[in-house]
Nanobody, 120 residues
Framework: QVQLVESGGGLVQPGGSLNLSCAAS????????MGWYRQAPGKQRELVAA???????NYADSVKGRFTISRDNAKNTLYLQMNSLKAEDTAVYYC??????????????WGQGTQVAVSS
């Protein structure tokens, strides 16, 4: 059974740091494009950062230089190190796994989300 389970969210002061984790179960992690998305109240879900199986990464302009996405294929775990957090980073953060182009199924898996709140 496919599962993505996020952890590491919480309340942090502006300028602080958090490290999110996403533990994946199922035989798909190493060849998936893995990503972190977020959704703030009243806003659409947006891509924060993504990591391809080939090692490429991309980031939303709003988090470049502050957030770092990484993956450990041996542990089936995705990470998001968030530094210099701002109030506008407050959102529910979701882990996502997308099928590579060659895969026979176009899977698109989501975790349940973890809340990040940045406030003084």
């Amino acid at each position: 059974q496919v599962q993505l389970v996020e952890s590491g969210g919480g309340l942090v002061q502006p300028g602080g740091s958090l490290n999110l984790s996403c533990a994946a179960s199922g035989n798909f992690f190493s060849f998936s494009t893995m990503g972190w998305y977020r959704q703030a109240p009243g806003k659409q879900r947006e891509l924060v950062a993504a990591s391809t199986s080939g090692g490429s990464t991309n980031y939303a302009d709003s988090v470049k230089g502050r957030f770092t996405i990484s993956r450990d294929n041996a542990k089936n775990t995705l990470y998001l190190q968030m530094n210099s957090l701002k109030a506008e980073d407050t959102a529910v953060y979701y882990c996502n796994a997308k099928a590579p182009g060659w895969h026979i199924t176009r899977y698109d898996y989501w975790g349940q989300g973890t809340q990040v709140a940045v406030s003084s």
